[in-house]
């Protein structure tokens, strides 16, 4: 994935990060040395099950996960020519919020219920801007009229709970890109709204890609909102990355068995209707054991001696960036096109 | 079992509805002050009607806060009924009280949506199964053990788990559990209430095919409650989409797939992102501008036309009435033909 890169140099680019947890029951490993870079104005899409590590992932990039019982052990995460996780907390401050914006689940808790929503949105105006009391309200004001929110000036006073869920939501949103931030990150964001609200929020997004065109990096489970808005897409599965590529490819060409099985799994709305559903068999990882085996092997039905004792290197199935294509890569021991073990190499 | 097949088979045959819904209303007071007086209802079930036959999975669709969940709730006399009624087997339960109750009660029975939170976590999965079968004292000793590890082999768990506590189970295993539970009576109807919704993707289809099993095995009868439409358009046999507490198109699921005639239904329908980038570039998205009104205060008219893209006059004034443009095919809208 290093190799050459199209166009511009990547904004943010991780390396080999990994984040345990400490518990009782022992170590959790959520994350495995995960690597990944994004360009200027790109989307890329993170989708994984719960557990499977994608929102630890990005929370570990601002050190947002809690320290203790997390601790990032390895890794590097380079943004704007500076590693984010060897930053003091003043410095970290001024980026989060800053020139990244964090957008999370659930717009019910993501706002402090005792402040206004001007408020909420004025503050990080002030403190990361320096913009004057006046200034960032009238700010606010056209932030809240950007992410579609009607009569924007007179609900600056207003409370979240006088906002339904999908407008919560876009008050969210415009707070994270209240300092034009050069990446969103964007953890399920429309998860906990209904399909019609999801449609209005998605179409917003679109739109603020073409007015602002940050780079944003949008986590779900749900391979039907990847597909429509995503430029790329990380599978990931008990803290790894199993898969990378365009969105077409992965779609249209899945290269690893859980990802191949995972669209196999969905009902669908339009083509025929299966009479029953193929399943995955088995339960997601419990993440205790160290990762010295494919996550996915116990659930795989190619799955050979390999795979239980060595966790599977990233293999690239296309030309990769060289080719001044995007770069299939895929984390798995078996080639499911030709039906045998790949080669080393 | 192979008796109970045949029942089904004959109950499908006659096509007399196992279940009937006559023009059901479920209105929640609310109350304010010191005084508690009502100062308003909530209509979150609001006249809605529909039958399902022996053997079928009747499908009810809506976004959160449609009123999908206390319509389930209200038929199995969860909740009790502001006015209309609930015929099951013919007979009226809607004002059953008592004992009467109580003896129809193991003929329906729910699978709940959230299986961190429908389960004992102080009871073991065999008193959690047991539990109904205890209620209504069906069963004793040796019999009830039987029956148990015969139900946990239906919901394909390992018998042994019986003196297990909830905490020791997956979220899919958890669900088997509650399904388990709700077979416990030999039902002949079960609503099934956003079941899947709390599962990962990859447990889902588990839990679906594990249902349709069921369904065939035992010739239940479901009503399944579900946002989600494409696992909808997998396991029902005619789908009922509802909005502000009523009913806006009931069809077979093939024409509410292929040509929704309700503009609420093809908004959802487009709402619904498709996995695959080529379909998603191309598909055009209906999008539907500003928030379900609340229940509490429906607009005037249609309930839909606050954000239909084709009300006119009409529909703010005049409520559509609930016709059968086709044989089986009911919409309520002023404009559907």
Same mark, same amino acid.
């Given at each position: 994935?290093?190799?050459?890169?199209?166009?511009?140099?990547?904004?943010?680019?991780?390396?080999?990060?990994?984040?345990?947890?400490? #518990?009782? /029951?022992?170590?959790?490993?959520?994350?495995?040395?995960?690597?990944?870079?994004?360009?200027?104005?790109?989307?890329?899409?993170?989708?994984?099950?719960?557990?499977?590590?994608?929102?630890?992932?990005?929370?570990?990039?601002?050190?947002?996960?809690?320290?203790?019982?997390?601790?990032?052990?390895?890794?590097?995460?380079?943004?704007?020519?500076?590693?984010?996780?060897?930053?003091?907390?003043?410095?970290?401050?001024?980026?989060?919020?800053?020139?990244?914006?964090?957008?999370?689940?659930?717009?019910?808790?993501?706002?402090?219920?005792?402040?206004?929503?001007?408020?909420?949105?004025?503050?990080?105006?002030?403190?990361?801007?320096?913009?004057?009391?006046?200034?960032?309200?009238?700010?606010?004001?056209?932030?809240? %009229?950007?992410?579609?929110?009607?009569?924007?000036?007179?609900?600056?006073?207003?409370?979240?709970?006088?906002?339904?869920?999908?407008?919560?939501?876009?008050?969210?949103?415009?707070?994270?890109?209240?300092?034009?931030?050069?990446?969103?990150?964007?953890?399920?964001?429309?998860?906990?709204?209904?399909? #019609?609200?999801?449609?209005?929020?998605?179409?917003?997004?679109?739109?603020?890609?073409?007015?602002?065109?940050?780079?944003?990096?949008?986590? #779900?489970? %749900?391979?039907?909102?990847?597909?429509?808005?995503? @430029?790329?897409?990380?599978?990931?599965?008990?803290?790894?990355?199993? /898969?990378?590529?365009?969105?077409?490819?992965?779609?249209?060409?899945?290269?690893?068995?859980? #990802?191949?099985?995972?669209?196999?799994?969905?009902?669908?709305? %339009?083509?025929?209707?299966?009479?029953?559903?193929?399943?995955?068999?088995?339960?997601?990882?419990?993440?205790?054991?160290?990762?010295?085996?494919?996550?996915?092997?116990?659930?795989?039905?190619?799955?050979? @001696?390999?795979?239980?004792? /060595?966790?599977?290197?990233?293999?690239?199935?296309?030309?990769?960036?060289?080719?001044?294509?995007?770069?299939?890569?895929?984390?798995?021991?078996?080639?499911? %096109?030709?039906?045998?073990?790949?080669?080393?190499? | 079992?192979?008796?109970?097949?045949?029942?089904?088979?004959?109950?499908?045959?006659?096509?007399?509805?196992?279940?009937?819904?006559?023009?059901?209303?479920?209105?929640?007071?609310?109350?304010?002050?010191?005084?508690?007086?009502?100062?308003?209802?909530?209509?979150?079930?609001?006249?809605?009607?529909?039958?399902?036959?022996?053997?079928?999975?009747?499908?009810?669709?809506?976004?959160?806060?449609?009123?999908?969940?206390?319509?389930?709730?209200?038929?199995?006399?969860?909740?009790?009924?502001?006015?209309?009624?609930?015929?099951?087997?013919?007979?009226?339960?809607?004002?059953?009280?008592?004992?009467?109750?109580?003896?129809?009660?193991?003929?329906?029975?729910? =699978?709940?949506?959230?299986?961190?939170?429908?389960?004992?976590?102080?009871?073991?999965?065999?008193?959690?199964?047991?539990?109904?079968?205890?209620?209504?004292?069906?069963?004793?000793?040796?019999?009830?053990?039987?029956?148990?590890?015969?139900?946990?082999?239906?919901?394909?768990?390992?018998?042994?788990?019986?003196?297990?506590?909830?905490? +020791?189970?997956?979220?899919?295993?958890?669900?088997?559990?509650?399904? !388990?539970?709700?077979? *416990?009576?030999?039902?002949?109807?079960?609503?099934?209430?956003?079941?899947? *919704?709390?599962?990962?993707?990859?447990?889902?289809?588990?839990? =679906?095919?594990?249902?349709?099993?069921?369904?065939?095995?035992?010739?239940?009868?479901?009503?399944?409650?579900?946002?989600?439409?494409?696992?909808?358009?997998?396991?029902?046999?005619?789908?009922?989409?509802?909005?502000?507490?009523?009913?806006?198109?009931?069809?077979?699921?093939?024409?509410?797939?292929?040509?929704?005639?309700?503009?609420?239904?093809? *908004?959802?329908?487009? !709402?619904?992102?498709?996995?695959?980038?080529?379909?998603?570039?191309?598909?055009?998205?209906?999008?539907? +501008?500003?928030?379900?009104?609340?229940?509490?205060?429906?607009?005037?008219?249609?309930?839909?036309?606050?954000?239909?893209?084709?009300?006119?006059?009409?529909?703010?004034?005049?409520?559509?009435?609930?016709?059968?443009?086709?044989?089986?095919?009911?919409?309520?809208?002023?404009?559907?033909?």
């Amino acid at each position: 994935m290093d190799s050459v890169t199209p166009s511009t140099a990547p904004i943010l680019e991780v390396t080999d990060l990994r984040t345990v947890f400490g #518990t009782r /029951e022992g170590t959790v490993h959520a994350v495995n040395g995960v690597s990944f870079h994004l360009h200027e104005g790109e989307l890329l899409g993170i989708v994984g099950e719960s557990g499977s590590g994608k929102s630890v992932t990005v929370m570990s990039l601002l050190k947002l996960v809690p320290m203790p019982p997390a601790e990032i052990v390895s890794g590097r995460v380079m943004f704007n020519g500076r590693d984010l996780l060897k930053l003091g907390s003043s410095d970290l401050r001024r980026v989060r919020g800053g020139e990244i914006g964090f957008v999370f689940q659930d717009p019910m808790t993501s706002l402090n219920p005792v402040f206004t929503v001007g408020y909420q949105l004025m503050e990080p105006l002030q403190k990361h801007l320096g913009l004057s009391k006046a200034e960032a309200r009238k700010r606010a004001a056209a932030l809240l %009229d950007l992410v579609g929110i009607p009569s924007a000036v007179d609900r600056l006073d207003d409370y979240p709970h006088q906002f339904s869920g999908g407008m919560r939501q876009r008050v969210m949103i415009a707070i994270a890109l209240s300092c034009d931030p050069k990446l969103l990150i964007a953890d399920e964001p429309t998860t906990a709204l209904d399909v #019609t609200i999801q449609a209005q929020i998605l179409e917003l997004v679109r739109k603020l890609r073409q007015e602002l065109g940050m780079a944003m990096i949008w986590i #779900t489970h %749900d391979l039907g909102v990847v597909a429509g808005i995503a @430029d790329r897409v990380i599978v990931m599965y008990g803290g790894l990355l199993v /898969e990378h590529a365009s969105v077409r490819d992965l779609y249209g060409n899945p290269q690893h068995p859980y #990802t191949r099985a995972l669209l196999e799994t969905l009902p669908s709305l %339009d083509s025929t209707r299966s009479k029953r559903l193929k399943t995955i068999f088995g339960q997601p990882p419990s993440l205790v054991a160290e990762p010295t085996s494919c996550p996915f092997a116990p659930r795989c039905q190619f799955a050979f @001696d390999r795979c239980w004792k /060595e966790n599977p290197s990233i293999h690239t199935t296309n030309g990769g960036w060289a080719d001044g294509r995007v770069s299939h890569d895929v984390a798995c021991w078996w080639d499911i %096109d030709q039906g045998a073990p790949r080669d080393d190499g | 079992m192979t008796a109970e097949m045949i029942m089904a088979s004959d109950r499908q045959a006659t096509s007399e509805p196992l279940l009937q819904v006559r023009d059901l209303k479920m209105h929640f007071p609310i109350h304010a002050g010191i005084l508690r007086r009502q100062i308003g209802t909530i209509k979150a079930v609001d006249g809605i009607s529909f039958d399902i036959r022996p053997g079928e999975t009747l499908g009810l669709v809506g976004e959160s806060g449609c009123g999908k969940s206390t319509t389930g709730r209200v038929i199995l006399r969860l909740y009790n009924a502001t006015s209309g009624h609930v015929i099951l087997d013919g007979q009226d339960i809607t004002d059953l009280h008592g004992e009467e109750l109580r003896r129809i009660r193991p003929r329906m029975q729910m =699978v709940f949506q959230d299986p961190h939170a429908s389960l004992n976590p102080r009871m073991t999965v065999g008193s959690i199964i047991s539990e109904p079968i205890d209620e209504h004292g069906i069963l004793k000793g040796s019999d009830k053990t039987d029956r148990v590890e015969e139900l946990l082999n239906a919901v394909g768990l390992d018998p042994k788990y019986t003196n297990r506590y909830p905490h +020791e189970f997956s979220g899919g295993q958890r669900q088997r559990i509650g399904i !388990a539970r709700a077979l *416990a009576l030999n039902p002949a109807f079960i609503v099934c209430d956003e079941p899947i *919704a709390a599962l990962d993707v990859s447990i889902q289809a588990q839990v =679906v095919n594990l249902l349709e099993d069921l369904q065939e095995q035992f010739g239940l009868t479901y009503l399944f409650i579900s946002h989600d439409l494409s696992m909808i358009r997998h396991i029902a046999d005619r789908v009922a989409v509802m909005y502000l507490g009523k009913i806006v198109e009931l069809a077979s699921r093939d024409d509410v797939y292929g040509a929704p005639k309700h503009p609420y239904t093809q *908004a959802l329908l487009s !709402a619904v992102p498709v996995p695959n980038p080529l379909v998603e570039a191309e598909r055009e998205h209906i999008v539907l +501008e500003g928030d379900l009104p609340s229940p509490a205060n429906p607009p005037e008219g249609c309930n839909f036309c606050t954000r239909c893209p084709i009300a006119t006059d009409i529909c703010r004034k005049e409520d559509p009435v609930w016709r059968e443009i086709e044989p089986g095919r009911h919409v309520a809208c002023h404009y559907a033909v």
